[in-house]
Antibody
């Protein structure tokens, strides 16, 4: 069973850059895509984007201009950067293992979410 | 942008059948997935590829697909099934993931 553990700052000011890293323990890192997903308090899920071990990325078009996802295969980690944050970026952020290919496109293992708050 | 539409809420009594629908133009082309999310927890997939049930998910959970609508059916609803349910799919290219707005299932 894969385990995903994330870290990063939990409180940001408007205009700062949100940075989070997710480490993957167990399972194969190179056989999957790896995604970031967020959920504003009391609201629904929003896919941010994904990356594979080769660095191939896909981003939500609505966030693409502010998002960068990167990968460090030597550590089985992937990271999220979201620039110019506002209060609208306050959310629980999840990292998730992603199946993308003949199995469709979905998330079969999720890490524990972490609340990131943007406030002045 | 592509959207999936779910009813905001569904209510059923214990033992009854709950049906949650999800509509989207690309659903005939792209698989749909259903996630259950309980308060304070990460989502868990209960149906994948429209109709498949992961191991460990009770048999009372089933999925179906017809045209631009997919349906999650929970037969013999139990109190523990009270949760938010999200459908998820991809746009017509298969590249960009989209979630439905979520349905709160209340067990009366």
């Amino acid at each position: 069973q894969v385990q995903l553990q994330q870290w990063g700052a939990g409180l940001l000011k408007p205009s700062e850059t949100l940075s989070r890293t997710c480490a993957v323990y167990g399972g194969s890192f190179s056989d999957y895509y790896w995604s970031w997903i967020r959920q504003p308090p009391g609201k629904g899920l929003e896919w941010i984007g994904e990356i594979n071990h080769s660095g191939s990325t896909n981003y939500n078009p609505s966030l693409k201009s502010r998002v960068t996802i990167s990968v460090d295969t030597s550590k089985n980690q992937f990271s999220l950067k979201l620039t110019s944050v506002t209060a609208a970026d306050t959310a629980v952020y999840y990292c998730a293992r992603t199946l993308f290919g003949s199995s469709g496109h979905h998330f079969d293992d999720w890490g524990r979410g972490t609340l990131v708050t943007v406030s002045s | 942008s592509y959207e999936l539409t779910q009813p905001p809420s569904v209510s059923v009594s214990p033992g009854q059948t709950a049906r949650i629908t999800c509509s989207g133009d690309a659903l005939p082309k792209q698989y749909a997935y259903w996630y259950q999310q309980k308060p304070g927890q990460a989502p868990v997939v209960v149906i994948y590829k429209d109709i498949e049930r992961p191991s460990g998910i009770p048999e009372r959970f089933s999925g179906s697909s017809s045209g631009t609508t997919v349906t999650l059916t929970i037969s013999g609803v139990q109190a523990e099934d009270e949760a938010d349910y999200y459908c998820q799919s991809a746009d017509s290219s298969g590249t960009y993931v989209v979630f439905g707005g979520g349905t709160k299932l209340t067990v009366l």
